[in-house]
């Protein structure tokens, strides 16, 4: 018995300018640290990028959210400045905190996923927290094996270290993750960008 794959939707000329309005939301959440370079706990510097690749997949749906932070990391792997601490280039591959950009694409997706199945306020909520913790947990496990394997780990660095470092930002991420649950449902009630199963 043949099966029928139903096709992909096309893109249209608005989803294109949506998918690059958050990429280039993201360049600009990366570097929030150029202004308050205080903003950096250990190796992690505190940004936003979390925060907008999540509501990308929130309010744009797996795909044109996962695309739109695959964007973003083509971006700066070309060379352009919009990785945290305005860095970018091939080399990034090779920094402990990069685990955290391959994620974002995950997250976004993850975050879609789910609200393009249950569509209620709670879901958008459990969408954007279990994306938050999707990207520390990949994010913090690559960084603990960079360090240890190629990036030349600071002396008395540990697995529980890596953590540590995650815990100052992970508070203003938790809120954060519940405003974009928040502030997405809302848009998608008015603007609709996903369509209701």
């Not at 950009?101 to 993850?110: G, P, Q």
């Not at 496990?141 to 953590?163: D, H, I, Q, V």
């Amino acid at each position: 018995m043949e099966t029928v794959s139903k096709p992909l939707p096309k893109w249209r000329v608005v989803d294109l300018v949506h998918s690059g309005l958050f990429a280039t939301l993201m360049m600009i959440g990366a570097n929030i640290t150029a202004f308050a370079p205080f903003l950096v706990i250990g190796g992690v510097p505190i940004t936003l990028q979390t925060f907008f690749a999540i509501l990308a997949g929130l309010v744009l749906g797996s795909r044109k959210g996962a695309i739109a932070c695959t964007v973003y990391m083509l971006v700066g792997l070309a060379g352009a400045p919009v990785f945290a601490k305005f860095s970018g280039g091939f080399s990034s591959v090779l920094l402990p905190t990069f685990g955290f950009i391959v994620t974002f694409i995950l997250s976004a997706f993850i975050a879609g996923w789910i609200v393009e199945r249950f569509q209620t306020f709670t879901s958008y909520v459990v969408a954007a927290l279990l994306a938050m913790a999707v990207n520390y947990v990949v994010g913090t496990n690559w960084m603990y094996y960079a360090y240890t394997l190629w990036a030349g780990a600071p002396e008395g660095f540990s697995y529980k270290m890596a953590w540590a470092w995650m815990i100052p930002p992970m508070p203003k991420d938790i809120v954060l993750a519940i405003f974009a649950g928040f502030f997405a449902y809302r848009i998608q009630k008015t603007l609709k960008f996903i369509p209701i199963k």
